[in-house]
């Protein structure tokens, strides 16, 4: 599951100012304190020939965030960036953008080159594909959703015997997310869809409803309307494509979806891909305590701050309203004896502002009970080294729950991510810098699974 992202809002706004040299992507190296974090500024013109500027932040998988800017002597850039207070103000020199980055008043220098951040993707699979793709279209139509796809055929897909072939539905993990579930240029997606084609395997991936070509109201959507989206998608290659077995794939948050389809009877086997067994709040619960200690906080920080967390979920899943919420989270704190920064509490505060739909269903919801009606086969797996959905916590409920059957399949890889990759912390952070896509033990262990299922 990927971690939640602040939401970046703003309208580009430009200023006069010629910039001929400047035109293109700029990349720097911001050095925080102990971390580095590649920063882009995509320079151009606009349709009145003024220059217009957005920024990157590829370590955090965010793009396109509008900016302000402001060019004089053809040299001197002002680039403001209001959607997160941010400013960069520098000259260019020898080819190169020399200035000052300053965020909430703090200011760090900062050098940009020509450029965009390249990364190497050995994983990702290059055209000509060895089968057959075909574009597709299907319909939830209860919620008035349109999903765009890719069906992937396996290689030698004409001479198979009609009836015979699996095909499995790929649920993405929470956010919305393209059909290659692409996140820091990765495509994990695409790169499963591709293995399993190559393994006798078709599969159906989609973009999430907003993403891509994909249709249908986001701002409203649970954990519940992606389900029935993924559902349409499983009906979809039932009536229509004449296939063997079908199954759902689901990673993260989709792999809890493949659990509330299997519960339905509607799955004739599913995926589980560090896919959650507790409820919602739970997962985050964890996922906090275990960033707050990574970042060196004490046990006693992390005990106050789980407690206000605590009570700020319990406010949520309780249904209660407010229009004062950082009184909400200071008489929570206050009750629960924790002494906690008012950063902190104001982050907190923020959640019970946003009232999220999406994150307010998530919370309360519990998996377990559809765990325990699933009945067609699973195959569950996690990594050891996953700091968002905890293997330990996830794997062990699922693999108590779960009815027995011969063919279920319950695995924890060491030293894997929440993405699958092999890795040294497990954090977020890490993502980016890892080459590989997703393990290749574990993209053989799918195959090997679905074929003996089949």
């Known amino acids: 599951m990927k971690a939640i992202l602040t939401l970046l809002v703003a309208l580009i706004t430009t200023l006069t100012a010629s910039a001929q040299n400047l035109d293109g992507s700029w990349t720097g190296k911001l050095n925080v304190g102990q971390a580095t974090l ?34 004089t002597d053809e040299t001197k850039v002002k680039i403001s960036i209001p959607a997160i207070m941010a400013a960069f103000e520098g000259e260019m020199k020898d080819g190169i953008l020399k200035g000052t980055f300053s965020q909430s008043g703090m200011s760090f220098p900062l050098e940009m080159k020509p450029g965009k951040v390249e990364r190497n993707r050995p994983q990702t699979p290059k055209e000509p594909y060895p089968y057959k793709t075909e574009e597709v279209t299907f ?4 919620d008035n959703a349109t999903l765009s796809g890719t069906l992937t055929y396996p290689t030698g897909y004409e001479k198979m015997k009609k009836g015979t072939v699996p095909v499995v539905v790929m649920v993405t993990g929470s956010g919305q997310q393209d059909r290659n579930e692409e996140i820091f240029e990765h495509k994990p997606f695409l790169v499963i869809a591709d293995f399993l084609a190559r393994n006798g395997i078709a599969s159906l991936r989609y973009d999430d409803r907003g993403m891509g070509k994909s249709k249908g109201d986001i701002a409203n959507a649970t954990t519940e309307n992606f389900m029935k989206d993924a559902l349409a998608a499983v009906e979809y290659v039932r009536g229509t494509k004449g296939f063997g ?47 707050l200690k990574m970042s060196g906080y004490t046990d006693n920080m992390c005990a106050g701050y789980a407690k206000v967390l605590r009570g700020v979920y319990d406010f949520i899943i309780d249904k209660k309203t407010t229009d004062d919420a950082k009184a909400v989270v200071k008489e929570i704190a206050a009750k629960a004896g924790a002494n906690l920064p008012e950063s902190a509490t104001d982050n907190m505060a923020k959640i019970i502002e946003m009232n999220n739909p999406w994150l307010n269903y998530f919370i309360a919801f519990d998996p377990r009970p559809c765990i325990s009606k699933t009945k067609c086969p699973v195959m569950a797996i996690n990594g ?22 011969k063919k279920n399949m319950i695995k924890t890889y060491s030293g894997l991510n929440h993405l699958f990759q092999h890795c040294t912390m497990g954090t977020v952070n890490e993502y980016a810098n890892i080459e590989e896509t997703i393990s290749p033990e574990v993209l053989n262990d799918i195959a090997t699974w679905i074929n003996s299922v089949k």
């Open 38 to 71: 590649n920063i882009v500024f995509n320079i151009a013109k606009d349709k009145d020939n003024k220059p217009a500027c957005t920024m990157d932040s590829p370590d955090q998988n965010v793009k396109g965030i509008p900016a302000e800017i402001t060019i």
């Open 139 to 142: 319909t939830n139509a209860e």
């Open 245 to 291: 077995k079908i199954g759902v794939l689901g990673h993260s948050e989709g792999g809890c979806i493949a659990f509330m389809i299997a519960a339905t009877g509607k799955a004739d086997f599913i995926v589980s891909m560090a896919g959650t067994g507790v409820r919602g709040d739970s997962i985050l619960m964890e996922q906090n305590l275990i960033l």
């Open 384 to 405: 050891s080294s996953d700091t968002q959905v905890i293997a330990s916590t996830n794997i062990g409920s699922i693999e108590k729950l779960l009815p027995k059957n």
